[in-house]
C-alpha cells in the first residue's frame, strides 16, 4: 500500500538540493517584509516620530564611517537603500536560486521515475496484463508521473516559502504589539484549519474520480483497439451509451461535489479572512491612538497582517491542487509496489546479447509436471512427454486442455508446481533465464508487430542480423512476395500493431523474425488458426521446410497442419491421453480421430 512517504520518496536523489532551494525561496520570501518595515519607517520619519533603535544604531554607524551628520537625509537614504536591495538588485539573482533549481529537480526526478515505470512493466508478470489493459496502465504511469512533476514546483517553490513568510509576519507584529500578534496568529490557523479540514473530504471524491476517470479511459482504450468488432456487430450507440454513463457520472462528482464544495469552500475563506483583516485593523488603530505604536507601526502592522491574510488563499489553492493530485500519485506508487518476476530485476540490469552462450541440440523432456494458475484448478496433471532433437511434436487436443500453458513453461513464463522441464538433460531453471530465452523462439496466434519499418521488426530479437541473414530468414518464411508488394520493401512502415499488413503477411514475418535468431526450439501457437485457405496454405509450406531444421513444436486447432509432424500429443483435461503420427491415432478410436472426423465434416467445428 502506497504511503505519503513514498511521495517524498519520489524526490530523494535531490534532497540535498531540494533544502537548497526551498531555503532560498523561504529567505527571498521573507525578505519582502523589508518594504513594508521600511515604508513604515520612513513614515515615522516624515511625521516626526522616533526610528526603532536597530535602524537608529545602523544609521550611527553608517555616520561615523562616512562622516556624514546622522539628519533626516541620511535616514531616508539608508532606508531607501533597503529598499533598493530587497527590490531590485535581488530580481537578477531570484530565478537562478528558487525556481531554476524547483524544475530542475522535478524534471530529473521525472525521467527517472518513468525509466522506473517502464522497468516494472519489463518486470510484471504475464498476470498482471491480462488483467490491466494498455490504457489503464499507461493512463495510471501518465497521470502519477505528471502530477508529480507539476505538484513539486508548487509546493517547494511556493507553498512552504508563503509558510514561512506568515511566520515571519508573525514575529515582526509580536515585537510591535504582542496582543495583535496572538489575534492575528489563532486566526490565521482557524481560517487555515478550517479549509484543510474542508479539504479532506474533498480528496475522498478526488479519489473517486480518478478511479472513475481511468475505467472511462480503460473502455475507450478498449473501443479503439476492438473498433473493427464494434463496427462488425453495429454496437457503437451501444457503446456511446455506456460511456455516456461513466461520464455523466464523473460530471455528478466532479461538479456537484468537488466543484461546489470548492466554491462553499472560497465563500467561507473569503467571509473569514476579511473579519479578520477587519479586526486587526480594529486592534491596531486602537493601539495606535494609545500611544502604544507609532504611525508606521500601525502602516507596518495593517500592511504584514494583509499580506498575510492574502496568503491563506493561495496556500489554500496549493492545498486544493495538491489534494487532487494526490489519489494519482499514490495509485503511480501502488503501481511501482506491484511484485515483479522473480528474475526481472536481474534482466534488466544485463547488458543485451542477440547471441546467448548457449546452444543446445533440441531435446526437451517434461518430467511428471503438473502446474495451475491458482491452487485450486489444475492445469497440466503429470506430463511426460520425450521429444527428441530436431524433431516435430504437435500438440492437440479441446480448447482449455493445456496446450498452450504447457508452452508457457517451457519458456519460463511460469514456474510448474511438481516435475522439472530439462532441455539436453539441464533442468531449465539452473539456466540463465534471459540466454536460455534466447535459444528459444515462439510464434504466435497473434503475431505482435512494432510501428516501424518492415526490417526494424524482423529484427528485432537479433539487432545485428546482416542483410543477407535477413533475406535468407524471409525466403524461408515467404516473406519476400510480401516485400514485393510493399512501396519501400523492407523499409516501409507497418503502421501500429502492423494495420498495413494481413494476417497472414504478420504470421509470416512473425515466422521469418523467429528464424533470424536461429533458435533451438522454435514453436508455433496456433499460428494458422485464424487464416484463410491460401494464407494458411503459405504459412504450412513455409514450416513444412522448417521441419527437421530444429526442434519444433507445433500448437493446433487444424489438424491438417499437423499431419506431417513426427509426433502428434493428444492433451484433454491437462493430461497427455494419446501418443502417435497422424495415421497412428486415426487407427485408434480416441480424442483425434474424434477431432479429425468433425474437421473433415466441417471446418466451422475446429
Not at 132 to 155: D, L, Q
Not at 234 to 242: D, F, G, I, P
Request: proline letters at 3%.
Amino acid at each position: 500500500m502506497a504511503k505519503f512517504r513514498d511521495i517524498l520518496d519520489y524526490f530523494r536523489p535531490y534532497w540535498g538540493l531540494s533544502i537548497f532551494s526551498i531555503t532560498a525561496s523561504s529567505i527571498y520570501e521573507v525578505i519582502d517584509l523589508v518594504v513594508p518595515y521600511a515604508i513604515g519607517q520612513i513614515l515615522n520619519i516624515l511625521s516626526g516620530q522616533q526610528l526603532d533603535r536597530p535602524i537608529q544604531g545602523a544609521i550611527a554607524i553608517l555616520s561615523n564611517i562616512i562622516n556624514y551628520p546622522a539628519n533626516q537625509f541620511l535616514s531616508l537614504g539608508v532606508l531607501l537603500g533597503l529598499i533598493f536591495v530587497v527590490t531590485v538588485l535581488r530580481a537578477p539573482t531570484e530565478p537562478w536560486l528558487t525556481s531554476w533549481f524547483h524544475w530542475d529537480i522535478a524534471l530529473r526526478a521525472r525521467r527517472i521515475q518513468s525509466q522506473k515505470a517502464i522497468e516494472k512493466i519489463l518486470t510484471l508478470p504475464l498476470e498482471f496484463f491480462d488483467e490491466n489493459n494498455p490504457g489503464r496502465i499507461s493512463g495510471r504511469v501518465a497521470r502519477g508521473v505528471g502530477n508529480h512533476t507539476w505538484t513539486y514546483p508548487e509546493i517547494a517553490g511556493q507553498m512552504i516559502p508563503k509558510l514561512f513568510r506568515v511566520l515571519a509576519i508573525f514575529v515582526c507584529i509580536w515585537f510591535i504589539e504582542w496582543r495583535i500578534a496572538i489575534f492575528f496568529l489563532i486566526s490565521f490557523v482557524i481560517i487555515l484549519g478550517f479549509s484543510l479540514r474542508k479539504l479532506k473530504r474533498l480528496i475522498w471524491h478526488d479519489n473517486r474520480l480518478d478511479k472513475y476517470a481511468e475505467s472511462t479511459e480503460s473502455r475507450t482504450s478498449e473501443i479503439i483497439t476492438n473498433i473493427k468488432t464494434v463496427k462488425a456487430f453495429a454496437t457503437e450507440s451501444q457503446e456511446l451509451k455506456r460511456q455516456n454513463q461513466r461520464l455523466a457520472r464523473e460530471l455528478t462528482v466532479v461538479d456537484y461535489r468537488i466543484h461546489k464544495g470548492y466554491v462553499k469552500l472560497g465563500t467561507l475563506q473569503r467571509t473569514l479572512v476579511q473579519f479578520g483583516v477587519f479586526m486587526v485593523l480594529g486592534l491596531t488603530l486602537a493601539a495606535t491612538a494609545d500611544g502604544k505604536i507609532s504611525l508606521g507601526h500601525f502602516v507596518m502592522t495593517l500592511t504584514l497582517s494583509s499580506m498575510a491574510y492574502a496568503e491563506i488563499q493561495p496556500i489554500s489553492t496549493l492545498a486544493e491542487v495538491f489534494a487532487r493530485r494526490y489519489p494519482s500519485m499514490l495509485r503511480f506508487h501502488e503501481f511501482l509496489h506491484e511484485p515483479s518476476v522473480e528474475d526481472g530485476e536481474r534482466l534488466l540490469q544485463e547488458e543485451y546479447q542477440a547471441e546467448s552462450p548457449y546452444k543446445f541440440t533440441g531435446k526437451v523432456e517434461f518430467s511428471h509436471l503438473s502446474f495451475g494458475y491458482d491452487a485450486e484448478r489444475t492445469v497440466l496433471q503429470d506430463i511426460n512427454l520425450l521429444i527428441e532433437p530436431y524433431q516435430t511434436v504437435a500438440l492437440v487436443g479441446r480448447s482449455g486442455s493445456g496446450k498452450s500453458t504447457l508452452v508457457k513453461l517451457l519458456l519460463r513464463y511460469f514456474e510448474p508446481q511438481t516435475g522439472q522441464i530439462l532441455i539436453d538433460g539441464q533442468d531449465i531453471r539452473t539456466l540463465d533465464v534471459g540466454k536460455y530465452r534466447r535459444r528459444l523462439a515462439i510464434v504466435h496466434q497473434e503475431v505482435d508487430i512494432f510501428n516501424g519499418t518492415l526490417l526494424d521488426n524482423l529484427t528485432y530479437g537479433r539487432p545485428n542480423a546482416s542483410f543477407e541473414q535477413v533475406q535468407e530468414a524471409c525466403k524461408i518464411a515467404r516473406v519476400d512476395d510480401v516485400v514485393q508488394q510493399l512501396p519501400q520493401g523492407y523499409y516501409t512502415v507497418v503502421g501500429e500493431r502492423g494495420v498495413r499488413l494481413s494476417g497472414g503477411q504478420r504470421q509470416r514475418l512473425g515466422i521469418a523474425r523467429a528464424l533470424l535468431v536461429e533458435p533451438d526450439v522454435l514453436v508455433f501457437d496456433e499460428a494458422t488458426s485464424s487464416l484463410d485457405y491460401e494464407s494458411e496454405r503459405s504459412i504450412q509450406l513455409a514450416m513444412r521446410s522448417i521441419q527437421g531444421t530444429r526442434t519444433t513444436i507445433i500448437i493446433a486447432h487444424r489438424l491438417s497442419t499437423v499431419r506431417e509432424a513426427d509426433k502428434i500429443v493428444v492433451l484433454d483435461q491437462g493430461r497427455i491421453v494419446e501418443v502417435g503420427s497422424h495415421d497412428e491415432l486415426l487407427r485408434q478410436e480416441g480424442i483425434y480421430r474424434r477431432l479429425h472426423s468433425l474437421q473433415e465434416t466441417g471446418e466451422l467445428l475446429s
